[in-house]
């Protein structure tokens, strides 16, 4: 083609001279993780809003959130960083002082009675144990210190690591990078410990939904909906937790680390156990292995002809 265009006395172009190209990013500008922290992080603007002030696609922004090691928020159910909570004040005039319901108060906040719960047990304010059915016991509770100060859920967390994290802010902010769930310890929180999927958000950082879809993932079947939690029953029947715990772990963390373990546990730890192997749940109180509802996982059995 190029010889024909000669003969043909056609004039050629300049190589490279064909339609114009964009103009290269010689680099990010040295101040771009100052601001996309400003602006995500401290400003809670999501990608689309940074991309229209920062004049770059919504793809780089995510890209460079990445490269710069700026954790993405999670969305939806499984939502920790700009959930909707109450402050502490608002919750104590109006929960604490003028004694209205999780209800009345959400009303008021514009937020659900659920919302104004997990943000006061997330804030260590005292919580007023409801139920259909009145109890003898305490009428308020601390959930996170009430958590932290459970002879099991302490050894539970000791064996596996597990910080703790006083109560005085939202999950995000008490967990800025939450502890990472694994069977054994989940297992144990759970089936162990009788504690619930919002008790294991509040002592690992995780979004209940996220706990509870990994409980789907990894097989750990959950008990049957509505009641308190074997663990409320426990604090509500012996408050000052002076009883004896005569329990195990069901992880090879409790094997692999007895002396981590209290005097009482690391006795009556059985070494010959296998390590996905679970216990269950023994309450004290009840004197049962399980909690009513729990079938514990195996292959299916056979149907019948």
């Known amino acids: 083609m190029t010889r024909a265009l000669r003969k043909a006395g056609v004039p050629l172009r300049a190589r490279g001279a064909g339609r114009p190209r964009p103009v290269r990013r010689a680099g990010d500008p040295p101040d771009l993780p100052r601001r996309l922290r400003e602006l995500y992080v401290d400003g809670g603007l999501g990608s689309p809003q940074i991309a229209a002030i920062l004049g770059m696609p919504e793809r780089t922004v995510r890209d460079r959130l990445r490269r710069y090691g700026i954790l993405a928020r999670t969305r939806g159910k499984w939502n920790r960083e700009d959930r909707a909570t109450a402050s502490a004040a608002e919750l104590r005039t109006l929960y604490a002082e003028r004694g209205l319901t999780a209800a009345e108060t959400g009303q008021r906040l514009g937020m ?22 009145p109890r003898p016991g305490p009428e308020e509770i601390e959930l996170v210190s009430a958590l932290y100060a459970d002879p099991l859920v302490d050894a539970v967390l000791t064996v596996h690591d597990v910080p703790r994290v006083p109560p005085g802010g939202p999950i995000a902010a008490r967990f800025p990078r939450p502890v990472p769930l694994t069977t054994p310890l989940v297992k144990d929180l759970y089936w162990e410990c009788g504690v619930g999927l919002n008790h294991i958000e509040l002592l690992t950082g995780q979004a209940a939904e996220t706990v509870r879809a990994f409980m789907r993932r990894s097989g750990i079947p959950l008990r049957q909906a509505g009641g308190r939690t074997p663990f409320v029953r426990r604090w509500h029947t012996r408050p000052t937790l002076t009883f ?60 019948p002809l």
């Open 244 to 303: 004896p715990v005569p329990t195990r772990l069901s992880s090879a963390a409790a094997r692999d680390h007895p002396e981590r373990l209290p005097p009482t546990l690391a006795a009556s730890h059985c070494p010959d156990r296998g390590p996905d192997e679970d216990a269950g749940y023994f309450d004290p109180s009840e004197g049962s292995k399980y909690p009513a509802g729990y079938r514990q996982p195996g292959p299916p059995s056979p149907s």
């Open 112 to 133: 659900s009675a659920n919302t104004v719960l997990r943000s006061a047990h997330a804030l260590g304010l005292p919580v007023r144990v409801g139920g259909v059915v």
